[in-house]
């Protein structure tokens, strides 16, 4: 079955930096759409950032654009998520999804998603 493991997160400073990484497992991981996600106390899980399966093409929130990005090694099986410029509204629990079924369309819909990781921690500290 497919398994996602996030690491990276912790505490880190008001315009620092932070790199998360999600590890796949289970299928052909080259064939999949990719998402983060991210979810604050008392609100709903929103979207953050997709990328295709060959890591071609790439879609971000506008809250995000220009300070995160994200990449994939498919031959590592992982996908990360680079945050810079990092503030308050950035401290959540961050996951990674992957979608069920090969596409080359991009996702932003946290239904469209089948597979979670069980996320990991960002506190931004001012």
């Known amino acids: 079955q497919v398994q996602l493991v996030e690491s990276g997160g912790g505490l880190v400073q008001a315009g620092g930096s932070r790199r998360l990484s999600c590890a796949a497992s289970?299928?052909?991981?080259?064939?999949?759409?990719m998402g983060w996600f991210r979810q604050a106390p008392g609100k709903e899980r929103e979207f953050v950032a997709t990328?295709?399966?060959?890591?071609?093409?790439?879609y971000y929130s506008d809250s995000v654009k220009g300070r995160f990005t994200i990449s994939r090694d498919n031959a590592k099986n992982t996908v990360y998520l680079q945050m810079n410029s990092l503030n308050h509204k950035a401290t959540a629990v961050y996951y990674c999804?992957?979608?069920?079924?090969?596409?080359?369309?991009?996702?932003?819909?946290?239904?469209?998603?089948?597979?979670w990781g069980q996320g990991t921690q960002v506190t931004v500290s001012s």
């Open positions: 289970g299928r052909t991981f080259s064939s999949y759409c």
């Open positions: 990328i295709s399966s060959n890591g071609a093409f790439t």
């Open positions: 999804a992957e979608i069920e079924s090969p596409s080359f369309l991009l996702r932003t819909k946290p239904e469209q998603y089948a597979y």
